[in-house]
């Protein structure tokens, strides 16, 4: 390892309750979940789309409002800057862990090649007695 590389350790990730849907079979999941699901939809600032016919529909937006009033921009500076931080910090984390991942599997494999290399010693000396000495017989007392 060398001397002058110390990164900083990030901060604690807050647990989150992750769905349990996958664990479930098929049957089960169509029996909870059902089969339609309905067309994809999303929000964006208080104008709602569906994705219908191949194209995105709006719906309960009134035609006439131009898109450039549906997405204004005044006063959404300063919490971009925040999220912009944040975004920052998420990306430098995202970049240690990914060098920590590839540290513990380089580590990994050198650790598993020094258990074959071992062994593999172990196996090849067991087998040379029995080849070397054929002329002993193991005898029984009864």
């Not at 664990?23 to 939809?41: F, S």
């Not at 131009?66 to 931080?85: A, I, M, R, T, V």
């Not at 007695?129 to 005898?139: E, G, R, S, T």
Request: glycine share 4%; charged share 25%; proline share 7%.
């Amino acid at each position: 390892l060398p001397l002058g590389f110390y990164p900083r350790r990030p901060t604690l990730r807050q647990t989150t309750s992750l769905s349990t849907f996958y664990l479930l079979d098929y049957k089960t999941r169509l029996a909870e979940l059902g089969l339609d699901y309905g067309p994809p939809c999303t929000q964006l600032n208080k104008a709602k789309f569906v994705f219908q016919e191949g194209e995105w529909q709006s719906d309960g937006v009134p035609q006439q409002m131009p898109l450039l009033q549906l997405f204004s921009s005044s006063g959404k500076e300063l919490p971009n800057k925040g999220l912009k931080k944040t975004n920052k910090v998420l990306l430098e984390e995202n970049n240690y862990l990914k060098l920590q991942l590839e540290l513990l599997m380089d580590m990994l494999t050198e650790t598993t090649a020094r258990l074959r290399l071992v062994e593999k010693k172990r196996d090849t000396t067991a087998w040379h007695p029995k080849i070397k000495k054929p002329n002993k017989v193991l005898m029984l007392r009864s």
